[in-house]
């Protein structure tokens, strides 16, 4: 095949992957546009505030969670480190701890996990998929049994400095989860788009043997591609234990959440075998998923059906993605998902 | 040498009597009270909450006492696994089985299998559409009723206000989130003035109802109350209502095992008003109905033993004690 054949082959490539993402903005048009014509109080500045503020954790996990796809591999350990995050915050704080300290240990404690995480995918060599699955049943069963006594829930009481900073306003009218939703999805932008580690990310994920071989550190890449993607669980954490009150382990045992983050990046159209895909996509499959539920709640629709719903996009946007990115020798490898 | 005095001698007579009327009754049902060595099996929906530790703890003082088993096996919220861990549970032929339904009809067919195997079957709190042995727990029919009879004393006719409520059930399939639904709804259906406007579970989780009740409150901004119908995850909906500064404008009712967390959240504005059937109660309600079953006792007629827990309200006021919740 002769390199023009090749150039015009990836460019067909790029194309039709941002296809998927048009298709899902063109739906998100319409969905606002019939959802504003037709259901009272949609279309109102305090429902987009409701819709921020309550899709704030969905994004900053999906930021961890769409850096980890871009690099080829998959977290599923998230929303578990998310709860381990705020729990150890919760705990220390309530301990008499400084916040500071607390922040720190709560951040050593993530740091812990996501380094694991990392160093089974990138040393050991075990599948993402399997090795994120696996601590995430350790750190839930460690978490629940050995730190929390067999609890599943912790309620923090409102003297919690994390309930006291992300109940108050950053600027009149700005929230401060839906701040740092602003800063979480700024920061993993610019991380991706103007750093090395960010292009060492993409070359990973179009092609993990080729960026190997060509010397890139792949290895301490994907440790610090986990450990950034438990940062992001543990401040998605603080947020939605400060905004509920409470530390929630069935979060991780019978929650969408995981599903919810997974939803919003394929959606968004970076596709799971990685390489493609930046936070645009991530804004994308992120606001289809909050205006969907938000929609879905005014109009008062029981939460398994929403549950059918969510799950017949998400069915639906896969099989477009792979009708549009088809396997093919140049993405099609060993291990992949 | 303890003195008779004039309150202990009617005692007295009135033990003699008691046991002149046994001795004359002869041929009837005798306990047994040498119950110890037998084996009773708890299958809850999840440990870890206090509402079935406060169980556990009440049983387990029983047990002591006579020196039975009260052997556990935790669901996690797992249906599925709760299902194999009854089967498993039948299997080990337990004198008495103690089950927390999490539906109306998940464990009917096996609490039907247990009692044909001669497993007498206690359900505890949740009632299963098949009927058992025993059943200790809160009349949902009841709380649901008052509740919505509140709520029409608050909200309808003649209270200036809207009439709009939302109700936030764990799920919608839940033993008593049907039953509390039925009862409220019966009520609302004589008052037209009462509108529902949202009925959504939150699969009993504090963040879930937190969203639901933010976006219904953009909605419906004169909301007059909320009913949640667990007290755990309606701290959340509460949460929701005081981050919009609605705490003095709607109502939030709930019902629970009334911890000293429900007492917390009710100081802190979180719940405004709690239907508790105080877990700690039923603890030793089950204890007792337990003792009875392994002695052999069951209704006269075969029919189902129903114990059901006395209700406290919590609310502020000056009905307020932080006593009428219990701790761990």
Redesign the interface.
């Known amino acids: 095949m002769s390199a023009g054949m090749l150039a015009l082959k990836a460019g067909r490539a790029r194309r039709r992957g941002s296809l998927l993402e048009y298709i899902v903005i063109a739906v998100i048009v319409a969905l606002v546009l019939s959802f504003s014509i037709f259901?009272?109080?949609?279309a109102?500045l305090?429902?987009l505030r409701?819709i921020a503020?309550?899709s704030a954790a969905l994004v900053i996990l999906s930021c961890g969670m769409g850096m980890v796809i871009i690099s080829r591999g998959l977290d599923l350990s998230l929303v578990a480190t998310m709860v381990a995050g705020a729990t150890v915050f919760a705990l220390s704080s309530d301990s008499g701890i400084a916040w500071p300290l607390a922040l720190g240990l709560a951040l050593l404690a993530v740091g812990v996990i996501g380094f694991i995480n990392g160093w089974l995918i990138a040393y050991v060599e075990i599948s993402a998929m399997l090795a994120t699955l696996a601590s995430a049943m350790v750190v839930t069963g460690f978490f629940?049994y050995v730190v929390?006594g067999?609890?599943?829930?912790l309620?923090l009481?409102?003297t919690n400095p994390a309930v006291i900073f992300f109940?108050g306003d950053i600027v009149p009218g700005l929230s401060a989860p839906v701040a740092l939703m602003i800063v979480s999805f700024v920061l993993t932008a610019i991380l991706l788009r103007t750093t090395t580690f960010g292009r060492i990310t993409y070359a990973m994920g179009d092609n993990f043997q080729a960026a190997r071989l060509t010397g890139l550190p792949v290895r301490t890449t994907t440790l610090m591609i986990y450990v950034y993607a438990a940062v992001m669980a543990l401040l998605a954490g603080l947020v939605?234990a400060a905004?509920?009150?409470?530390v929630?382990f069935?979060?991780v045992?019978?929650?969408t959440l995981l599903f919810e983050v997974i939803l919003v990046v394929v959606l968004g159209g970076i596709p799971l075998r990685g390489g493609r895909g930046g936070m645009r996509n991530i804004f994308v499959g992120a606001a289809l998923i909050a205006v969907l539920?938000?929609g879905m709640?005014?109009v008062?629709?029981?939460?398994?059906t929403q549950d059918v719903l969510k799950g017949l996009v998400l069915i639906i946007a896969i099989a477009t993605d792979n009708y549009f990115n088809p396997r093919d020798t140049e993405t099609d490898t060993v291990g992949d998902l | 040498m303890v003195p008779i005095t004039k309150n202990t001698l009617p005692k007295i007579i009135t033990g003699f009597a008691i046991c002149a009327l046994l001795a004359l009754g002869g041929g009837g049902a005798r306990a047994d009270s040498n119950i110890a060595g037998k084996k009773v099996i708890f299958v809850p929906i999840s440990m870890g909450i206090t509402l079935t530790e406060a169980w556990v703890r009440g049983m387990k003082q029983h047990a002591a006492i006579y020196g039975y088993t009260v052997d556990v096996r935790d669901a996690h919220f797992n249906t599925g696994a709760m299902s194999e861990l009854l089967a498993k549970a039948i299997s080990d032929k337990p004198d008495v089985l103690v089950v927390h339904n999490p539906t109306v009809q998940l464990l009917a067919r096996q609490i039907k299998q247990a009692e044909s195997e001669g497993i007498k079957v206690l359900q505890i709190n949740l009632q299963s559409n098949q009927p058992s042995t025993a059943f200790v727990g809160a009349n949902w029919e009841r709380i649901g009723r008052e509740i919505a009879e509140d709520i029409v004393k608050e909200c309808g006719t003649g209270s200036g206000k809207s009439g709009e409520v939302a109700i936030i059930p764990g799920q919608l399939t839940a033993a008593d989130s049907v039953i509390m639904n039925e009862a409220a709804f019966k009520v609302f259906a004589a008052h037209p003035e009462i509108k529902v406007v949202s009925n959504q579970a939150s699969d009993w989780e504090p963040e879930k109802a937190r969203q639901i009740t933010a976006t219904v409150i953009q909605q419906h901004p004169n909301l007059c109350a909320i009913f949640g119908h667990w007290d755990v995850h309606t701290m959340g909906a509460g949460k929701a209502v005081k981050d919009a500064h609605l705490e003095d404008k709607v109502i939030v009712y709930a019902t629970g095992g009334g911890d000293d967390k429900t007492c917390q959240a009710v100081e802190d504005k979180i719940l405004d008003r709690v239907w508790s059937y105080d877990a700690d109660g039923q603890g030793r309600d089950a204890g007792t109905v337990i003792d009875i079953l392994l002695q052999g006792g069951v209704a006269a007629d075969h029919s189902m033993l129903k114990i059901e827990s006395p209700m406290k309200i919590i609310k502020t006021g000056p009905t307020y004690s932080p006593n009428l919740c219990f701790k761990l």
């Open positions: 259901i009272p109080g949609f109102t305090g429902n409701v503020s309550n629940r929390l067999g609890e599943y829930l309620l009481p409102k109940s939605t905004s509920s009150g409470t929630d069935r979060t045992t019978n929650g539920r938000n709640t005014l008062d629709l029981t939460t398994q």
